[in-house]
């Protein structure tokens, strides 16, 4: 098991996400738009930081979590 996290690019590089993202109409361009728009409110990457989360989190901005 990994201790590390995907970045975003690693994870888009995955066939499988691809194909959820094409089969939930998600949008490259608007998953990069989203990570830009929160990277500043998350703060910075700790090796914890994956098992605290304030709040629920969604992809698309049109489903509230």
Do not use: C, N
């Amino acid at each position: 098991m990994h201790d590390q996290e995907l970045t975003l690019d690693q994870m888009l590089d995955d066939p499988i996400v691809r194909l959820l993202m094409a089969r939930d109409g998600v949008a490259e361009a608007d998953l990069r738009g989203l990570a830009a728009r929160i990277r500043p409110r998350r703060g910075p990457v700790t090796k914890d930081a994956a098992q605290v989360s304030p709040e629920p989190r969604s992809f698309r901005p049109d489903i509230e979590a």
